[in-house]
T-cell receptor, first 115, second 114 residues
Framework: GAGVSQSPSNKVTEKGKDVELRCDPI?????LYWYRQSLGQGLEFLIY????????KSGLPSDRFSAERTGGSVSTLTIQRTQQEDSAVYLC?????????????FGSGTRLTVV | GQQLNQSPQSMFIQEGEDVSMNCTSS?????WLWYKQDPGEGPVLLIA?????ELTSNGRLTAQFGITRKDSFLNISASIPSDVGIYFC??????????????FGKGTHLIIQP
């Protein structure tokens, strides 16, 4: 697509429920990144994919968080047993390749509210 | 880990004024990036700096990469209402590559008063 597409744009869920966030990167971009932005904070790096593989998952906040990418394209970020502190905007970005210095193209994010 | 400190946290200015914000780090960055985030949107890359001392302009925006590679500033001249938003500095980890993602500052929130 023309840009990075994320869905849903907004999600309200009850504490304890699982949620799945989707990211559709720019066609041809091999690198995909997930970030979390809490209110008034900068962007917290979560995980990165080169193709379908995620070399380092240590940025994920807890074992309730998981992410996958299939076909070198769409990625999903899953949060199990959501907690109120998971409320944030989850941003996805993609880039042509692994060189972060080239800068990313971000999606508009998914605003997650856990009530 | 590496941290980026941005100042000021917020700025209240009049339309037409010039704006200056900066970003510092205790460690060296090989690349500095400046992003702008509009409400409800993801950050958009404004300027990328690759060489120490480099001064780069993009329209009314000017950014410089500090000689020590530990700081950068962003200036906006003759501000207009659409400049409102949050400005982030960012840089890749010193190890390079994308595996660790970019490090972002907490942002400078620019508010333009009528």
């Amino acid at each position: 697509g023309a840009g990075v597409s994320q869905s849903p744009s907004n999600k309200v869920t009850e504490k304890g429920k699982d949620v799945e966030l989707r990211c559709d990167p720019i066609s041809g971009h091999t690198a995909l990144y997930w970030y979390r932005q809490s209110l008034g904070q900068g962007l917290e790096f979560l995980i990165y994919f080169q193709g379908n593989s995620a070399p380092d998952k240590s940025g994920l906040p807890s074992d309730r968080f998981s992410a996958e990418r299939t076909g070198g394209s769409v990625s999903t970020l899953t949060i199990q047993r959501t907690q109120q502190e998971d409320s944030a905007v989850y941003l996805c970005a993609s880039s042509l390749n692994v060189l972060a210095s080239l800068g990313y193209t971000f999606g508009s994010g998914t605003r997650l509210t856990v009530v | 880990g590496q941290q980026l400190n941005q100042s000021p946290q917020s700025m209240f200015i009049q339309e037409g004024e010039d704006v200056s914000m900066n970003c510092t780090s205790s460690s060296i960055f090989n690349t500095w990036l400046w992003y702008k985030q509009d409400p409800g949107e993801g950050p958009v890359l404004l300027i990328a700096l690759y060489k120490a001392g480099e001064l780069t302009s993009n329209g009314r925006l000017t950014a410089q990469f500090g000689i020590t590679r530990k700081d950068s500033f962003l200036n906006i001249s003759a501000s207009i209402p659409s400049d409102v938003g949050i400005y982030f500095c960012a840089g890749p980890p010193s190890s390079g590559g994308g595996a660790d993602g970019l490090t972002f500052g907490k942002g400078t929130h620019l508010i333009i008063q009528p």
